[in-house]
């Protein structure tokens, strides 16, 4: 099977989560934004091509099947990358997790834009620190501390209990939080000694060392979800 990613171009964004499922398992894709420009998602989301239309990218083309939303994608491309363990159960618990995920991930884009997702960050900064405060001291402790028990109830070493596409995506949210907060990730890293420590397994996985070392591994920057300001962080 040959995948079909589109995703903005020049932000790792949301469709980060699924080029590490798909890096992670050696499988072939093309990153369509990337290779033919922005443009080529219009007809998609205009509604214009077959299949159902997507509200937003990230969507994947798989076969003849067009799937929008980071959870549904990864769900679907689970059994056939083998990210996910085989038992629907499982499965289930391994959506559950990607969703909670997602949950935190739409936190994280509200902090710097917590008015209007249409007006820049520099239109409202001061409700940027408000809101920035309240997820450092409240709302990334309680996400966080939550995947730290649920590694711990399952052997340490996996959410799942074995890799999964759960683990790529938690290393990206590790990976994420700490550019965006890396005062507030060194304050509460006493806290998380077994989610940095599956980030660091990710981190030397080898394909998915290869891509981060490769040109298609965007840099976190201040246009993606992810987004360093200073004013934002802090030791508490």
Do not use: C
């Not at 922005?38 to 007809?43: G, N, Y």
């Not at 099947?65 to 769900?75: E, F, G, T, Y």
């Not at 290393?171 to 998380?192: C, H, I, K």
Request: charged content about 20%.
């Amino acid at each position: 099977m040959h995948y079909q990613l589109y995703y903005w171009t020049g932000i790792q964004g949301r469709g980060e989560f699924i080029r590490l499922a798909l890096e992670d398992a050696g499988a072939s894709y093309t990153d369509m934004a990337r290779e033919h420009g922005d443009e080529v998602m219009t007809p998609f989301l205009e509604g214009s091509k077959e299949g159902l239309q997507p509200f937003a990218p990230p969507f994947l083309v798989s076969g003849r099947q067009v799937i929008a939303q980071v959870a549904a994608i990864l769900d679907h491309l689970g059994p056939e990358l083998q990210l996910v363990p085989e038992a629907a159960s499982r499965r289930v618990q391994a959506l559950q997790l990607q969703l909670t995920i997602a949950d935190l991930v739409a936190e994280v884009h509200d902090t710097h834009h917590p008015i209007a997702g249409s007006k820049y960050y520099e239109d409202q900064k001061d409700a940027a620190k408000a809101r920035a405060a309240s997820m450092r001291a409240e709302r990334m402790p309680k996400f966080l501390g939550w995947f730290e028990q649920v590694l711990e109830a399952n052997g340490g070493l996996h959410p799942l209990r074995e890799h999964s596409y759960v683990d790529l995506s938690l290393f990206q949210l590790v990976s994420g939080l700490t550019y965006m907060f890396p005062r507030r990730m060194q304050a509460l890293r006493g806290e998380l000694p077994l989610l940095h420590a599956l980030h660091d397994r990710v981190l030397r996985r080898p394909n998915v060392a290869a891509y981060l070392a490769s040109e298609r591994r965007l840099a976190f920057n201040t246009n993606g979800i992810f987004r360093y300001y200073p004013e934002l962080d802090g030791d508490a």
